[in-house]
């Protein structure tokens, strides 16, 4: 069973720019969503994915986008990079949408704005 | 609003120091409590779920139950390798809200 994937694992970006980062789901998975970790903080919803369409989006702006493809694979998009964007990002797939089941992690990005 | 909260932030135990780790919730409508263990610089790693008041879960030295309002992560005897933060969640709709954690250090 191959577990999420996400790359790269570290980043820096200068603010205003823009990054994707990607994530290979668990094998069976079907929904993947997205979370955003600051330093000492809980993750945080910024949206899931399911049938490569989104499937609910937690407090952040739209420059936060996002993709999922029909190996429900998916990508983060930020735009206008801030400051403040600096967190881990992490990944993480399950077997439904519906909050009935495990999120399985994947490792994470280190985003660091400068 | 849906809430999530962890105490204590952090708590440091020496090996073979019984201990309990809190998580208590606003959240209506309980659809499970999940606990995971996130080791520095990786990803949580999933534990266990809880569904319903009374239920238990055990896996090698730790134990989570859950009462209406709340959660527990009893960890007995613990070791050195169990230091890592745990983090409680809840679902609402279809996201999870998560606590801060529990820092969890064990000293040898």
Known sequence: ETGVTQSPTHLIKTRGQQVTLRCSSQSGHNTVSWYQQALGQGPQFIFQYYREEENGRGNFPPRFSGLQFPNYSSELNVNALELDDSALYLCASSFSPLGDSPLHFGNGTRLTVT | ?108
């Open chain 2, 1 to 108: 609003e849906d809430q999530v909260t962890q105490s204590p932030e952090a708590l440091r135990l020496q090996e073979g120091e019984s201990s309990s780790l809190n998580c208590s919730y606003t959240v209506s409508g309980l659809r499970g409590l999940f606990w995971y263990r996130q080791d520095p610089g990786k990803g949580p790693e999933f534990l266990f779920t809880l569904y319903s008041a009374g239920e238990e879960k055990e896996k090698e030295r730790l134990k989570a139950t859950l009462t209406k309002k709340e959660s527990f992560l009893h960890i007995t005897a613990p070791k050195p390798e169990d230091s890592a933060t745990y983090l409680c969640a809840v679902p609402a709709g279809n996201q999870f809200y998560f606590g801060t954690g529990t820092s969890l250090t064990v000293i040898p």
